[in-house]
């Protein structure tokens, strides 16, 4: 079976390694026709796509509006090398083997993320819906030294459409299943002879792909409306100035978190807390109290472009962010309502607030000359973050017990609001007031970043015609980090009953200072004008941070990785072009988050660093043009990551969660006691690393059929991932059973190119599937996020 689905990926590899179709709506992008030359700026200067020596994917505006791309999590159905995990509103961006595998607000990604060349740094951030774009670019491996800032597992570089010196524009309209409703449109054209403006707005709603037996709402749906101006000026010849600003705002239950199974079944001490009140489908969450995203977010971003000569122009991007977010959900999954007064157990609905602003400023010096060309800058980041975590809201009939158990300990309802993020201005007392939570934390998080880096492609034809087909590539990023954090909370203990466990900023304060210097190395061997060979040595780097965890001092040690690449890119004139990358890498201090059910607040939090990880893998992009109007296309992916090296604890094994009677040999020898023998820590060297699927492949097809009326074009996408674990165990329970997804659709196009009208399905045959899981300490059960189950619809659009 693996064999004959992995045959036809070989034979065919990724749209998502070329551009497709044409130029996108109202845009000025520089990818050509599909399977002409795509010019990218993957390293921060224009080359054609297969004078790159990287393993890059880059998709244009029309492959991604006609894959229905319309978040992150799309790209990995078409860029076979990219896995997507979501939890806690947040993106888990995996590259070749490396990502986000953390679940608090205040770590880092392991991928890069960049709109317009401005970094974004928080994870739940990167959710926002992608419009209106010139393309996408996936650069795959580390890219330490242009990229620098957490890009160890690779980058992922969003570009949206430009003002236009022509009025140029477009409507799309999209109606489906389950209510789905979009509606985008964008404007742009000149203002003055020197100033051009652009504006795009969207929307998107649709209806949960479940539902809240209990309330009767939607679970699963989409609320969400987003816009983009844009005005550039220009400066003087081949100068300009380019200001943009976006918004984003969401209200939705979507990426809700569903019940999977008990965490410890059979283990009666250890039993679920929300026994009786699951749902009976899957898709629903049965829950006392609705789950829900509230987000608003916008950025600012300033691009300058001076060129000095011929040969010397002077980039900046300057960029401000500010992301609000806040998240409900009731962990036990469950509809069964906890009190202390009614069934001895305090409620563990969980809000999560989200304050972060951001700065960032890139100056850059670009050298592009006849033997040498690459670019020189000096990087600067600040990010502040005040998250909130609470759990434990009290209901009506409980909410007395929190003020008691906090006026016995000496603790003023003042400091208890705070931590909780409320205001007690107006609280009376009695059964009306609103009760401080079980748990309480308000950190302090903040990074201040700043690196010098360089990369410079060096022809070596200026020593000898002998050498006219060889360059070598030199780089380097020096970086330094300062990170703070704390972590004052409140916890009510022994299940809301007191006493209080208290801590401040003062006991909770720490910083730490992490440098280092990734350096970059390479040869490029031209052998004809198609085909380009290449190896390069590269590091990564991302530095330690902090956690939004009660009471944590935890700032764990940076993660480094060195790697190992060689490629091969080969055009055989229009009908055939293929790209052929390996690679191999070790990973030392992998940051890692877990939850383990116990301890004061009833859960605690594990950051650490994993001793050390190796991967190595190949990669493999193919199009294919049989005849005229055909194109075939395809990636195979394959990946070996593992652990070397990582001492941890299970937080599935029942030894290691204290309560009930403790294990003894002659009194208690359960041996699901805690403390129990096989408990402690466990090695899992060889154990496969989280959302690293060993194959992952997909094969596009489409064929133009031409008639006097437009052209009809039916397409096909299949895409196809191996087993994918989600916990570094290697649990059937945690991880995804191995699946095919298929995607299909029928474009018209008027023969002027102005409507384009389009009916499409994705995931046709409805393949049922977990596109993550997490094990909830608190409900002591495993959740679940589901892939999308089957939709469909038509969408029609309008361009001038």
């Not at 002998?466 to 970086?479: I, P, Y």
Request: charged share 20%; proline share 5%.
């Amino acid at each position: 079976m693996k064999t004959l689905l992995v045959a036809p990926a070989i034979l065919l590899a990724s749209t998502s390694a070329f551009a497709q179709d044409t130029q996108p709506q109202g845009s000025t992008t520089t990818a050509d026709t599909y399977g002409d030359e795509i010019i990218v700026t993957a390293q921060k200067r224009e080359q054609s796509l297969q004078d790159v020596s990287a393993a890059v994917s880059a998709l244009s505006a029309d492959r991604i509006v006609n894959a229905g791309v319309s978040s992150i999590s799309d790209l990995q159905t078409i860029v076979p090398s990219v896995n997507f995990g979501s939890d806690f509103n947040q993106a888990k961006i995996f590259i070749r083997g490396v990502g986000a595998n953390t679940s608090t607000t205040g770590s880092s990604t392991g991928v890069a993320f960049h709109v317009d060349g401005a970094y974004v740094a928080r994870a739940e951030a990167q959710l926002t819906s992608l419009f209106d774009l010139e393309r996408l670019e996936v650069l795959r491996g580390p890219q330490g030294t242009l990229y620098g800032r957490n890009a160890v597992g690779g980058s992922i570089n969003v570009i949206t459409a430009k003002p236009t010196a022509t009025l140029q524009g477009y409507g799309r309209f999209s109606y489906g299943n389950y209510n789905a409703l979009t509606a985008e449109a964008a404007v742009s054209g000149p203002i003055t002879d020197s100033i051009r403006a652009r504006l795009a707005i969207k929307t998107e709603d649709r209806d949960g792909f479940g539902m809240n037996p209990v309330s009767g709402k939607d679970v699963d749906d989409l609320n969400r409306r987003m816009g983009r101006a844009q005005i550039e000026f220009d400066l003087g010849p081949e100068a300009s100035l380019l200001l943009a600003g976006e918004y984003f705002r969401q209200s939705d239950a979507s990426g809700a978190i569903h019940y999977l199974r008990a965490s410890f079944p059979g283990v009666a001490r250890l039993a679920p807390l929300g026994v009786g009140g699951y749902a009976t489908h899957p898709r629903d969450l049965a829950t006392e109290s609705d789950p829900g995203t509230e987000t608003e977010t916008y950025a600012f971003t300033g691009t300058l472009e001076v060129p000095l000569n011929d040969a010397l122009t002077i980039s900046n991007i300057a960029n401000y962010r500010s992301f609000k977010s806040s998240l409900f959900q009731d962990l036990d999954l469950s509809a069964v309502i906890d009190s202390l007064p009614t069934n001895g157990q305090a409620t563990t609905v969980q809000e999560r607030r989200i304050d972060s602003k951001q700065w960032s400023n890139e100056l850059r010096l670009g050298l592009s000359s006849e033997w040498i060309n690459g670019t020189i800058g000096v990087f600067y980041f600040h990010e502040r973050q005040r998250p909130i975590d609470n759990v434990g809201l009290q209901n009506r009939n409980g909410m007395a017990q929190n003020i008691a158990v906090l006026e016995a300990a000496g603790i003023s309802l003042a400091e208890a609001y705070n931590l909780c993020g409320y205001s007690p201005d107006g609280v009376t007392g009695g059964s009306t007031i609103i009760a401080p939570k079980r748990v309480c934390t308000k950190s302090n998080l903040s990074t201040d970043a700043f690196s010098i880096f360089g990369q410079y492609a060096i022809g070596l034809g200026m020593f000898g015609d002998a050498l006219s087909a060889f360059t070598v590539k030199l780089g380097g990023r020096w970086s330094s980090e300062h990170v703070e954090s704390e972590n004052p909370s409140i916890i009510i203990t022994r299940n809301g009953l007191g006493p209080i466990v208290r801590h401040t900023p003062e006991s909770t304060h720490v910083e730490k200072t992490f440098r280092d210097f990734t350096p970059e190395a390479g040869i490029e061997w031209k052998a004809s004008d198609d085909i380009l060979v290449y190896y390069t040595y590269s590091e990564g780097f991302k530095a330690g941070s902090g956690e939004n965890a009660s009471g944590s001092r935890t700032i764990v040690d940076p993660e480094t990785i060195t790697n190992h690449e060689v490629g091969i890119k080969a055009s055989f004139g229009r009908m055939l072009t293929v790209n052929l990358s390996g690679y191999s890498y070790t990973l030392d201090g992998l940051q890692l988050n877990k939850t383990i059910a116990g301890g004061p607040s009833g859960y605690t939090t594990i950051f650490e660093n994993a001793a050390k990880t190796r991967a190595k893998g190949i990669e493999m992009d193919v199009l294919l043009r049989p005849a005229r109007g055909l194109r075939l296309s395809g990636a195979v992916s394959y990946t070996d990551a593992h652990f070397v090296d990582y001492l941890t604890l299970d937080p599935l094994n029942p030894a290691n969660i204290a309560g009930g009677t403790p294990y003894d040999p002659v009194t208690n020898p359960d041996p699901t006691a805690f403390g129990a023998p096989g408990g402690g820590e466990i090695q899992l060297a060889g154990n496969d690393t989280r959302n690293s699927p060993r194959w992952s492949w997909n094969v596009h097809g489409e064929y133009d059929v031409v008639a006097p009326v437009g052209t009809f074009t039916p397409s096909v996408d299949v895409s196809y991932k191996s087993r994918t674990y989600f916990s570094e165990y290697m649990r059937e329970i945690e991880s995804s059973a191995a699946y095919a997804m298929v995607d299909a659709s029928l474009a018209y196009e008027t023969n002027d190119g102005r409507i384009r009208a389009q009916l499409w399905a994705k995931n046709l045959f409805d393949v049922f599937r977990p596109s993550s899981t997490f094990a909830l300490a608190t409900g002591r059960l495993i959740g679940v996020t589901w892939l999308p189950p089957r939709t469909y619809g038509v969408s029609i659009g309008y361009k001038f």
